[in-house]
T-cell receptor, first 113, second 113 residues
Framework: EPEVTQTPSHQVTQMGQEVILRCVPI?????FYWYRQILGQKVEFLVS????????KSEIFDDQFSVERPDGSNFTLKIRSTKLEDSAMYFC???????????FGEGSRLTVL | DQQVKQNSPSLSVQEGRISILNCDYT??????FLWYKKYPAEGPTFLIS?????DKNEDGRFTVFLNKSAKHLSLHIVPSQPGDSAVYFC????????????FGKGTRLHILP
């Protein structure tokens, strides 16, 4: 069964450093998403991506964040200058066009020290 | 502004009994609802969905009921099994907006032996 894969599974970084989280979505899906979950809190929408551009983004997704799909397969989330409050589990998801169902990756845990 | 609300952070149910997880929403433009299940350290996995043109959808032990007038949906699990212990997220999508799915905060379900 096709699946969404994310790397790294866990990244520890110093505050102010740049971080890139990578995702390989399911190949025939059209919409791609990043969500995050701060420990003990809800799953929060960050951004959706369609047709090689951002379709929708939340208030959390400020100028420190960017997404791209550079080679048609990888879908990346970049945090330019990490803050302590960026520590969270980041989930990538891709969406089946016909059912609208989101398929999530296993998540990348980001720890900012 | 919580458009999707799961007011019970946790729920304990005896094995073999029915588990009922509730979800309320405020946005009348939502037309498609989904339930996801999440184990610790894993990404959410899709369970079941319902379109706003229906009031019930059943898949094995899982049934989702939608009451549009009350803006309320519920997930019933019958009979509850130990493997059902997880966090359950209710999610919703606006009409013609494939690019954004809003999640509730989740309800942690404990199945007691």
């Amino acid at each position: 069964e096709p699946e969404v894969t994310q790397t790294p599974s866990h990244q520890v970084t110093q505050m102010g450093q740049e971080v890139i989280l990578r995702c390989v979505p399911i190949s025939n899906h059209l919409y791609f998403y990043w969500y995050r979950q701060i420990l003990g809190q809800k799953v929060e929408f960050l951004v959706s991506f369609y047709n090689n551009e951002i379709s929708e983004k939340s208030e959390i997704f400020d100028d420190q964040f960017s997404v791209e799909r550079p080679d048609g397969s990888n879908f990346t989330l970049k945090i330019r200058s990490t803050k302590l409050e960026d520590s969270a589990m980041y989930f990538c998801a891709s969406q089946a066009a016909n059912t609208g169902e989101l398929f999530f990756g296993e998540g990348s845990r980001l720890t900012v020290l | 502004d919580q458009q999707v609300k799961q007011n019970s952070p946790s729920l304990s149910v005896q094995e073999g009994r029915i588990s009922i997880l509730n979800c309320d929403y405020t946005n009348s433009m939502f037309d498609y609802f989904l339930w996801y299940k999440k184990y610790p350290a894993e990404g959410p996995t899709f369970l079941i969905s319902i379109s706003s043109i229906k009031d019930k959808n059943e898949d094995g032990r899982f049934t989702v009921f939608l009451n549009k007038s009350a803006k309320h949906l519920s997930l019933h699990i019958v009979p509850s099994q130990p493997g059902d212990s997880a966090v359950y997220f209710c999610a919703a999508r606006e009409m013609n907006r494939d690019d954004k799915i809003i999640f509730g905060k989740g309800t942690r379900l404990h199945i007691l032996p």
